[in-house]
């Protein structure tokens, strides 16, 4: 059995205003929120990027606290700065080998937190993860843990609906070689176009 991981005051208070925003005035709908409630901890949640709304979409969806992986460049900012080390984030220099943040993650991994990442590095729109960085597939691969990966539809809008996917869990127990490492990249992307295949389907029933 595994520790629980409390959530401070500080995330538990964001958690809970971007719930209820998330509720009223930028609806969001969860396909697949039985797939959030998980026994195997840690784990790495893993989502597209297409906003900065998306780190505020995993935290009122995820039923624990997520660390979550930010630029280094929000540090940077004396009010996002105070709030970031509020709720516990992890500082990472994007498209660089960051051997600190690397081993933060992995030290946050083995103290049982959950782990937030955006493998894209940046913001895209198209959503289908067609480029992941490998960071967080050699996470998993190396602490033996489960990506879970969550598929953002759109940039959240004043009442319209905005679709968050859930996919199973994926898990790598290879050795960890360039070639397994591309393997497991490349599951993690066939994974993303069936959660936006299944985010269309959602889409299009709805409009029938």
């Known amino acids: 059995m595994t520790a629980q991981v409390s959530q401070n005051c500080w995330y538990l208070t964001a958690k809970r205003f971007f719930t209820f925003l998330f509720k009223t005035l930028f609806p969001v709908e969860i396909i697949n929120a039985d797939l959030m409630k998980r026994e195997n901890k840690p784990y790495i949640v893993i989502a597209n990027h297409r906003s900065v709304w998306d780190p505020l979409i995993l935290m009122s969806v995820c039923p624990e606290q997520i660390r979550f992986l930010v630029k280094e460049e929000l540090m940077q900012r004396p009010l996002l700065s105070k709030l970031a080390k509020k709720i516990d984030v992890i500082p990472v220099q994007r498209h660089a080998s960051d051997i600190r943040a690397f081993r933060d993650c992995i030290t946050a991994l083995r103290n049982q937190c959950i782990?937030?990442?955006?493998?894209?590095?940046?913001?895209?729109?198209?959503?289908?993860?067609?480029s992941p960085e490998p960071g967080a597939a050699m996470l998993a691969m190396m602490q033996k843990v489960e990506l879970l990966p969550v598929y953002i539809s759109a940039r959240p809008r004043l009442f319209h609906k905005t679709r968050v996917v859930v996919g199973e869990a994926l898990a790598s127990q290879t050795k960890i070689t360039s070639e397994n490492l591309a393997k497991f990249s490349d599951e993690i992307k066939i994974r993303y176009r069936e959660l936006r295949a299944e985010a269309s389907r959602r889409f299009y029933a709805a409009e029938e």
């Open 115 to 130: 782990l937030g990442i955006f493998p894209e590095g940046t913001r895209y729109s198209g959503g289908s993860m067609e």
